[in-house]
Antibody, heavy 123, light 108 residues
Framework: QVQLEQSGSELKKPGASVKVSCKASGYTFTTYAVNWVRQAPGQGLEWMGWINTNTGNPTYAQDFTGRFVFSLDTSVSTAYLQISSLKAEDTAVYFC????????????????WGKGTTVTVSS | EIVLAQSPGTLSLSPGERATLSCRVSQSVTSSYLAWYQQKPGQAPTLLIYGASSRATGTPDRFSGSGSGTDFTLTISRLEPEDFALYYCQQFGRSEVTFGGGTRVEIK
């Protein structure tokens, strides 16, 4: 069945880097874009941006430029989120989600989500 | 930035009751780009409604979405025990995605 499998929880020290993976199965990976969404403890959902799985072109939300990098390895149908120079406030669950998007007819929604990867930043 | 304001923050209801959740958008958006998600504790969100009113595959028909412009509503006609959860609206516009702050539906 269609699913996104994310890598396991990470515990990192401030200043370190982390790379979260999101492996797609059950569909053609390059057909749909992938969004990344952050959820800090006890908080709501925050869109980080998306990556075009056909071209590899990433787009970052305003608050997620600089230390955040989206990448792909299409040979293994996997999207990655790398965060560098980790801070305590990066502690959160990070979700990847498949994007269904069209302008004609118009629609936009995220129909398949990974289970989330918990990243904890603590000294 | 387009802001989505969900109300109420918490809705306390009993099983069998009707739930009405509101999502107000700071500027008019295309209803085709408005979606609703449900999230249970420790789980990922799941898509309920897209295009403001179309049920996703597997969404029970007690869930319905409506609205246009700046005002959107998610209605649960008769609450089942599994419906007590968090609900988020989400829009796509100007090449950006934004989520509302969420409404928690809790057992009274």
């Amino acid at each position: 069945q269609v699913q996104l499998e994310q890598s396991g929880s990470e515990l990192k020290k401030p200043g370190a880097s982390v790379k979260v993976s999101c492996k797609a199965s059950g569909y053609t990976f390059t057909t749909y874009a992938v969004n990344w969404v952050r959820q800090a403890p006890g908080q709501g959902l925050e869109w980080m941006g998306w990556i075009n799985t056909n071209t590899g072109n990433p787009t970052y939300a305003q608050d997620f430029t600089g230390r955040f990098v989206f990448s792909l390895d299409t040979s293994v149908s996997t999207a990655y989120l790398q965060i560098s120079s980790l801070k305590a406030e990066d502690t959160a669950v990070y979700f990847c989600a498949r994007v269904r998007w069209s302008t004609d007819p118009p629609y936009y929604y995220m129909d398949v989500w990974g289970k989330g990867t918990t990243v904890t930043v603590s000294s | 930035e387009i802001v989505l304001a969900q109300s109420p923050g918490t809705l306390s209801l009993s099983p069998g009751e009707r739930a009405t959740l509101s999502c107000r958008v700071s500027q008019s958006v295309t209803s085709s780009y408005l979606a609703w998600y449900q999230q249970k504790p420790g789980q990922a969100p799941t898509l309920l409604i897209y295009g403001a009113s179309s049920r996703a595959t597997g969404t029970p028909d007690r869930f319905s979405g409506s609205g246009s412009g700046t005002d959107f509503t998610l209605t649960i006609s008769r609450l089942e025990p599994e419906d007590f959860a968090l609900y988020y609206c989400q829009q796509f516009g100007r090449s950006e995605v934004t989520f509302g702050g969420g409404t928690r539906v809790e057992i009274k």
